[in-house]
């Protein structure tokens, strides 16, 4: 949440908001979310994908009245809003888009960027993602100005935040897959 007391989370299709004092209080929503996006606890509300009569939809939800309002029925991988409310998601192709008045609009600079491993930041009307070549890039949405940032090694499993200087990203170490087999009786 924007006052650091709590946490909005994702846990068996349901939205449930952690206080710092371990208090859990489950949010009454009329359809089982699937993945959460974002949460915009100044505006109480959340983007999530949802399933509704087992069909998967992009949605808002209004989370002071358990209103939904859909917003694509693409598959939706990522999505997020930037500060002044421009929402910017990308499709299971790792194509990115803007949602438009008749129809979205595909972001034709940040073809060939998305990626299946990572997510994407926004942060002051700026996305930054890393891209399957392991390049940290920029794209800033009122310039429409695309830009390679730099080289990351390839441990890199997400880029989590970002300010001027600094990045927060997430590295894989090391990982094994193990095959077991299981024998019922």
Do not use: C
């Not at 008749?102 to 998305?114: F, H």
């Not at 392991?134 to 499993?157: M, R």
């Amino acid at each position: 949440a924007a006052d650091g007391k709590s946490i909005l989370v994702n846990a068996n299709y349901v939205l449930t908001q952690i206080h710092l004092d371990s208090t859990q209080e489950p949010l009454p929503l009329e359809y089982p979310v699937v993945k959460l996006f974002q949460w915009d606890s100044k505006n109480n509300s959340a983007l999530v994908l949802i399933r509704i009569k087992g069909i998967l939809k992009f949605a808002e939800l209004n989370l002071a009245n358990s209103q939904t309002r859909i917003i694509s029925n693409k598959t939706v991988s990522w999505a997020l809003k930037s500060e002044n409310g421009q929402l910017i998601y990308k499709d299971n192709m790792d194509r990115f888009w803007q949602p438009g008045p008749a129809e979205d609009k595909l972001i034709e600079a940040l073809n060939g960027q998305g990626s299946t491993r990572q997510e994407f930041l926004i942060k002051d009307n700026i996305i930054y993602g890393i891209n399957d070549s392991f390049q940290l890039w920029s794209y800033d949405l009122n310039e429409e100005l695309f830009e390679i940032i730099g080289a990351l090694p390839n441990k890199v499993d997400n880029l989590t935040d970002i300010d001027q200087t600094q990045l927060l990203i997430t590295v894989r170490i090391s990982s094994n897959k193990e095959v077991a087999e299981l024998y019922l009786k």
